[in-house]
T-cell receptor
């Protein structure tokens, strides 16, 4: 089955700097890659997603890139703000619409 | 607010007991997914239902079972509870198509004492 690795496990940035979180997946048949933001004790909230027929997608300060050949995808957050502090999860959708999640990245934005 | 509802928010029970968690999907969604989130295992897929039928199974224990009813709400039943079952349980809903976006409910925090 699918295996998703996520790095780094923690990331501290200064307010206004950029943050990058990287994920690799193992199953070349996976074709949908969402990113979720989770605040403490709350639900995972979808922030952006990308399908395998697209290489890059952007939504305001958030962008995701996908390299199918290398089987990795990345989340880029620009101009970080304190409210961006949370745990971020990447996921890959394997056959049967099952999401396999990475272990998560704790992002701390210092003001 | 994702439109997915879950009850109860919190549940505290003892080892050996049985509990039922409930999920109502977003209006129009036919698929319901159940996930378990614990500190050491992260977010793990348990089971998926589509329009009342089981569609996919993950690492769900035999002590756990689920069903989806004609009105599309779903229940996750956990029995013979153990301390290690303490976790956040989320359901997510989706329309049911391929590469479907999943929207998560607020979760049920289960504590087994």
């Amino acid at each position: 089955g699918e295996n998703v690795e996520q790095h780094p496990s923690t990331l501290s940035v200064q307010e206004g700097d950029s943050a990058v979180i990287k994920c690799t997946y193992s199953d070349s048949a996976s074709n949908y890659f969402p990113w979720y933001k989770q605040e403490l004790g709350k639900r995972p909230q979808l922030i952006i997603d990308i399908r395998s027929n697209v290489g890059e997608k952007k939504d305001q300060r958030i962008a995701v890139t996908l390299n199918k050949t290398a089987k990795h995808f990345s989340l880029h957050i620009t101009e970080t703000q304190p409210e961006d502090s949370a745990v971020y999860f990447c996921a890959a959708m394997e056959y049967g619409n099952k999401l396999v999640f990475g272990a998560g990245t704790i992002l701390r934005v210092k003001s | 607010d994702s439109g997915v509802t879950q009850t109860p928010k919190h549940l505290i029970t003892a080892t050996g007991q049985r509990v039922t968690l409930r999920c109502s999907p977003r209006s129009g969604d036919l698929s319901v997914y159940w996930y378990q989130q614990s500190l050491d295992q992260g977010l793990q897929f348990l089971i998926q239902y589509y329009n009342g039928e089981e569609r996919a199974k993950g690492n769900i224990l035999e002590r756990f079972s689920a069903q989806q009813f004609p009105d599309l709400h779903s229940e996750l039943n956990l029995s013979s509870l153990e301390l290690g079952d303490s976790a956040l349980y989320f359901c997510a809903s989706a329309t049911g198509g391929d590469t479907d976006t999943q929207y998560f409910g607020p979760g049920t925090r289960l504590t087994v004492l």
